[in-house]
């Protein structure tokens, strides 16, 4: 399942009461009452029987230590007491801590010798006892005990290894993906460049050559040759600096932007070409204003000024750019025909639904319409308010 957390498995049972309950069974199989336990034996016995409850708290630091200590205890505990099936409960414990913290060919080799120490102990103490030696049931048991300590150990680094291989995975995936939009950006830069970038240079470099060739030519004419000629090297320009983002890399610092201080710029390039623009602003521009939303705010005046050259019936607009504590608005009005769509301000283009793009990128929002003749491009922009006021707002 997307987004689930793989790790080690969640214990079911605390530790501290998984101790406790092995130093209650090793307690009880010491001194839990057997016939001729206290009689013929020593009371050195159920002593040996009983230590390894306090061993046994070790055993998942010192594993080796303890089994070997619990061997020991139990061999001792085989001349001086009465052997049961429960007595092998302590050696059983400190065999499945040894195989849990050590691998595969440790334990068996760690099970052999327990059982090269503990099989011919008990066939020498069970000769003139009268008790059954109890040896294949303490070599079942051991072994089960070593089996399951195995397996836990399997199971814990199987699940650490496909944690690793997600980890790896994850890191790898966004390694890729991170690859893949580089080369999606580099291959951009490229077709602008070879594409984009050539034909408008050639479209510079023969209005150029037509401008000196035209001697004594209508001023209309060289006039638009001088406006070609401008809004390619402007062009030129934005796409130099597109191009230096496509192949910048995350830890360059980026280039220049436009922005809302270059409207006069703009504004005076469209009047070369005919279009007589008004700008009226109300209010500062807040220093909030995040870069992203002044370049938005630009990129949207910048394409209604051109659909209003292109669409608009009258070559004149109005632009009201009004600033306030938390709303940047932007008021593009020009007088249309009834001439449908191509007279509305490129409302049956692309350019209305591209301004909108634009906004919704910074939680703006855009509403156009026509109403007694004159188009109107509304626009408002969030702007964030600043530290200070957003703490006095919370604090009031």
Request: aromatic fraction near 4%.
């Amino acid at each position: 399942m997307p987004g689930t957390a793989i790790g080690p498995p969640r214990r079911l049972i605390p530790v501290w009461l998984t101790d406790v309950a092995v130093t209650l069974l090793v307690l009880g199989a010491a001194v839990a009452p057997v016939a001729g336990r206290f009689g013929e034996v020593s009371a050195l016995g159920p002593a040996l029987e009983a230590l390894p409850a306090v061993l046994l708290w070790l055993r998942r630091r010192y594993p080796v230590a303890v089994l070997a200590a619990c061997t020991a205890c139990f061999v001792g505990a085989l001349f001086t007491a009465v052997i049961t099936p429960l007595s092998v409960f302590a050696l059983a414990v400190a065999m499945f801590a040894c195989a849990d913290h050590h691998g595969r060919r440790f334990t068996v080799a760690a099970y052999l010798a327990v059982l090269a120490v503990v099989v011919p102990a008990t066939l020498v103490a069970a000769i003139g006892s009268g008790h059954p030696p109890l040896t294949i049931q303490i070599a079942v048991t051991i072994g089960f005990a070593a089996a399951l300590g195995d397996s836990t150990r399997s199971r814990r680094d199987y699940i650490a290894s496909i944690t690793a291989r997600a980890e790896n995975a994850e890191a790898t995936r966004e390694i890729e993906a991170v690859r893949r939009v580089t080369e999606e950006r580099l291959r951009i830069a490229r077709d602008l460049h070879d594409v984009v970038a050539h034909q408008i240079a050639v479209i510079s470099l023969n209005a150029g050559v037509a401008s000196a060739n035209l001697h004594g030519g209508p001023p209309a004419a060289t006039d638009a040759l001088a406006t070609i000629r401008s809004a390619a090297r402007r062009v030129l320009g934005d796409i130099g600096d597109l191009l230096a983002v496509l192949r910048a890399d995350d830890d360059q610092p980026p280039v220049s932007r436009p922005g809302l201080h270059q409207l006069p710029e703009l504004v005076e390039s469209l009047s070369v070409s005919g279009l007589e623009v008004t700008v009226r602003r109300t209010g500062e521009i807040p220093p909030t204003l995040s870069p992203a939303t002044d370049v938005v705010a630009y990129r949207v005046l910048q394409e209604a000024l051109t659909n209003v050259l292109k669409h608009g019936s009258e070559s004149r607009a109005h632009v009201l750019v009004a600033a306030g504590r938390d709303t940047l608005r932007l008021l593009v009005t020009n007088p249309v025909s009834d001439a449908g769509p191509a007279g509305r301000s490129g409302t049956g283009g692309y350019g209305l639904n591209g301004i909108r793009e634009r906004a919704a990128s910074v939680r703006g929002r855009v509403s156009a319409e026509e109403r007694n003749g004159i188009f109107r491009l509304d626009v408002h922009l969030p702007v964030p308010a600043a530290v200070g006021e957003g703490n006095r707002c919370r604090t009031s």
